[in-house]
């Protein structure tokens, strides 16, 4: 257990203490503001919300005082970059700087989907001779390759996580030797649980006083009512400006033809009924079919009749399928353990099936995917009842970002009078460093002649940084446009986000100072080139969530009339502050960020979504960006 934090302690102290061990750092007010904010707010049990702005050293903000309070804390975050970063740098230098002065070791643990790691037993039964005949025969070379190094890396790994590898087994080799949440029967019912690489990270995080997540495996410990995590007493949401989206993912639920494949695969692999598979297999056709022509569209609760007919019947094929496996005995271990994966994604199907037949009016169902790949989905219409139950009511949390939107405590459950909120701003000189451009001349997006407008504008722009520039589209189409002329008239090397995995490309990017990134939403985050690799970043349009978005346009049905001002521009002004955030990344740092998108400029939620936007000089004049790129 954590141990008590020491009084005499002042954590403005021990995060110079910290501070003082980094080369080149120095201490930030915004960041010794958040200190004591969340210092207080631990103490007193409150929430908290902080807005700190990029060059804040917002992990240190929030690990210092989390540290020195004693309590077990949660830091959930939304990429692994970000994981990546707490647990191998942040932490470390944390707990160099500190142990020595809170006399005691600090100890931090990253917890990840069952999935992640190898799964002992299926490594065991690879190894059996009847069963490496079973399955891997039925693979290709190149998979059994991987899953042959696989067996032979858990010999010396310590921790089975993916993560570890120094290479990238193909997918299809990983499934083979690691086991999801829904097929694993548990420790206790596994013969080789006691040398489970999911639950050893498990029981290490178990006494961690820092325990990392992704908000995705949060969310899913809130919908399984604490199943997942550690009891902790604090949590802090880093990136929290995703925690309704990722919130209603996770609490949420789906079911596909691929999911109903794969029960069919678990029992196929100890029942020889051909009979009954292939009545399943009838059966993920037919419910494929029934929402194949659905996709992107929100599907009405009660769920129609021909989604409810096939629902039912494949429920009473699981159950069939459930009492047969049920009947089958066996001494052969690896034959159990199937038998009991088998039970396992039996019973999660059953139960899936029964959420989408009895779904009330607080739900929302939609057809998400592709027609040859679609699945039904039901995901809460808000979140904040989960959150509340799970979360706000059993222990104290931050919420941090460099973008907070203004809706987003009551979006979430959090009331007025249970939280407090700060904004620490940000330590860097936009007034000085950087100027915002709006090419109000151009068309509208729905407007005629608008590509080859857009493509004009970019080609001078780009021309006027020399290169140098991250250009972000809200669309794959028009990022490729844009890059398939902009390569035609300009000289400058031009990436595109599917050229390379991203950090390889975040890093070939910046090592070639002229060349340009032309990338989509993946990219409006997560993005950190700091000096005049990057001195100009463009998006072509304030990003609008889509209309015909399913869950959000039952969002906007329930709020009415002023959904366009409560639900979209924050999500819009959020999505933009996100992806201007990419520019000045250093205290050294200047640049132009250009919305080519003239509705900023001309319409009058353009002052709302600009106010959320770092404190920039302004301009509509291309020949102000000119003069600006030139004086850098």
Known sequence: MPAKPNRDLDVVDLLQAVVDTLPNV???????????????????KRHLIVQAGTGTGKTLGYLVPAVASGKRVVVSTYTKALQDQLAKHDLPALSSA??????????????KGRNNYLCAQRITEIREPKQHKLDIDELSPQVRSDVDKLVAWSETTTTGDSGDLSWSPRDAAWRHVSIGSDECPGASRCPSGDACFSERARDFASVADVIIVNT????????????????????????????????????????????????????????????????????????????????????RLPLPDDIQDVLARLRLKIDEAVAGLKAISSNDESAKQRILRAQTLSSRLIEVIDGCLTAGSRTVAFVSGSKDRPALELAPLH??????????????????SATIPLAMPARVGLNEDEIDAIDVGSPFDYENSSLLYCAKHLPLPNESGRDEAVHKELERLINAAHGRTLALFTTY?????AADEMSRRL???????????????????????????????GFFQG??????????????????????????????????????????????????AQAAGRL?????????????????????????????????????????????????
């Open 216 to 299: 995705h495996i949060y969310g899913l410990d809130v919908a399984t009512e604490g199943a997942l995590l550690p009891e902790h007493d604090v949590v802090i949401f880093d990136e929290a400006h995703q925690l309704e989206d990722v919130m209603s993912a996770s609490v949420g639920t789906a079911i596909s033809p691929g999911s109903i494949q794969h029960v069919i695969g678990a029992l196929r692999s100890i029942v020889r009924d051909d009979a009954l598979t292939g009545s399943l297999q009838q059966l993920a056709s037919e419910f494929g079919s029934c929402i194949a022509g659905e996709i992107d569209k929100r599907v």
């Open 491 to 521: 000289e400058y090397k031009i990436w595109r986000q599917d050229d390379l995995p991203k950090m390889a490309l975040v890093d070939a990017f910046a090592t070639e100072e002229s060349s340009c990134l032309f990338a989509t939403a």
């Open 477 to 481: 189409r028009a990022m490729h446009a």
């Open 584 to 632: 000045i990344r250093s205290r050294k740092d200047s640049g132009v960020v250009a919305i080519l998108d003239p509705r900023l400029a001309t319409k009058g939620y353009g002052k709302k979504i600009v106010s959320t936007l770092p404190p920039m000089k302004r301009t509509i004049e291309f020949s102000d960006v000119v003069q600006f790129l030139q004086s850098i």
């Open 98 to 111: 500190l142990s020595p002065i809170i006399g005691r070791e600090i100890s931090w643990a990253v917890l």
């Open 26 to 44: 120095e201490a930030r007010s915004g960041q010794v503001a958040m200190a004591s904010a969340i210092a207080d707010a631990i103490e007193n």
């Open 527 to 576: 993005v950190d080139v700091p000096g005049q690799t990057l001195s100009l970043v463009v998006i072509d349009k304030i990003p609008f969530p889509r209309p015909d978005d399913p869950l959000l346009s039952a969002r906007r049905d329930e709020v009415g009339k002023t959904s366009f001002s409560d639900i979209d521009i924050p999500l819009a002004a959020t999505q933009l």
């Open 383 to 400: 979140v904040g009842p989960s959150l509340s139950k799970g979360v706000w009511s059993k222990r104290t949390a931050v919420l941090t």
